[in-house]
C-alpha cells in the first residue's frame, strides 16, 4: 500500500538558518502530495500541494517539488523563523483512495 | 473560511465508558473523516463518511465505530474505551470534487486530546 517516510526530529534550528525536511514516498500511480503544519495547539494547516511530477509548491517562503523520478517531496525554506516552530507532515492523496496518508511528522524548533 | 469544529479540546475518561466524540463541518462537504495522532507515527486513519449514513472502514477501526446522520456532523464513538486509545483525535472533512489543481485538499478541525484512566 501507500506509505510515507520522513524524517526523524526534533529538527533544532537557529533563526535565520536554512531549512530542509526529507520527505519520501511509495504509492502506485501519480499521487498528490502536501506538505501540513501543525502549530502547538492547533489542527493541522495545509502549507503546500503538488499535483503532478515536477510541480513545486510553496507558501509562506517554504517550497517542495514533486520528484517522481526519485519519489521525493522535501520541504525546505532559505531562511527559518521563531514563529515557524511547529510539526511538520507529509502526506500523499493516492489513486482511489480518498483518505491522505501521512508521515510521522518531523517537530521542527528554531531558536532566537 | 472553512470551519471544522470538534466539540473538546480536552477528555478524561475512565476505562469501559462510552465516549461520544463530535465534528462539525460548515461548508457542506462530502467526505470526512476521523484520525488518531500519536508521536512517531503520524495520523491514522480511523473511519471515514462520504455520504449521509454511509462509512467505510480506515486502517485501525478496531474498537471505534462512527455515526453520520447530517452531512455536517460525524461523532466518533468508543463503545468501550480503553487505555490504548489515549490519544489525539483529528476530525478532517473535504468536498468531493476539488477539480484537478485541488485534489483532495482536506481540512482539519484542532484535535481532542482524549484521556482514558
Known amino acids: 500500500g501507500d506509505s510515507v517516510t520522513q524524517m526523524e526530529g526534533p529538527v533544532t534550528l537557529s533563526e535565520e538558518a536554512c531549512l530542509t525536511i526529507n520527505c519520501t514516498y511509495t504509492a502506485t500511480g501519480y499521487p498528490s502530495l502536501f506538505w501540513y503544519v501543525q502549530y502547538p495547539g492547533e489542527g493541522l494547516q495545509l502549507l503546500l500541494k503538488a499535483t503532478k511530477a515536477d510541480d513545486k509548491g510553496s507558501n509562506k517562503g517554504f517550497e517542495a517539488t514533486y520528484r517522481k523520478e526519485t519519489t521525493s517531496f522535501h520541504l525546505e525554506k532559505g531562511s527559518v523563523q521563531v514563529s515557524d516552530s511547529a510539526v511538520y507532515f507529509c502526506?500523499?492523496?493516492?489513486?482511489?483512495?480518498?483518505?491522505?496518508?501521512f508521515g510521522s511528522g518531523t517537530r521542527l524548533q528554531v531558536q532566537p | 473560511d472553512v470551519k471544522v469544529t470538534q466539540s473538546s479540546r480536552y477528555l478524561v475518561k475512565r476505562t469501559g465508558e462510552k465516549v461520544f466524540l463530535e465534528c462539525v463541518q460548515d461548508m457542506d462537504h462530502e467526505n470526512m473523516f476521523w484520525y488518531r495522532q500519536d508521536p512517531g507515527l503520524g495520523l491514522r486513519l480511523i473511519y471515514f463518511s462520504y455520504d449521509v449514513k454511509m462509512k467505510e472502514k480506515g486502517d485501525i477501526p478496531e474498537g471505534y465505530s462512527v455515526s453520520r446522520e447530517k452531512k455536517e456532523r460525524f461523532s466518533l464513538i468508543l463503545e468501550s474505551a480503553s487505555t490504548n486509545q489515549t490519544s489525539m483525535y483529528l476530525c478532517a472533512s473535504s468536498p468531493s470534487d476539488q477539480g484537478r489543481l485541488a485534489k483532495n485538499i482536506q481540512y482539519f478541525g484542532a484535535g481532542t486530546r482524549l484521556s482514558v484512566l
Open positions: 502526506a500523499l492523496s493516492g489513486t482511489g483512495r480518498r483518505a491522505l496518508t
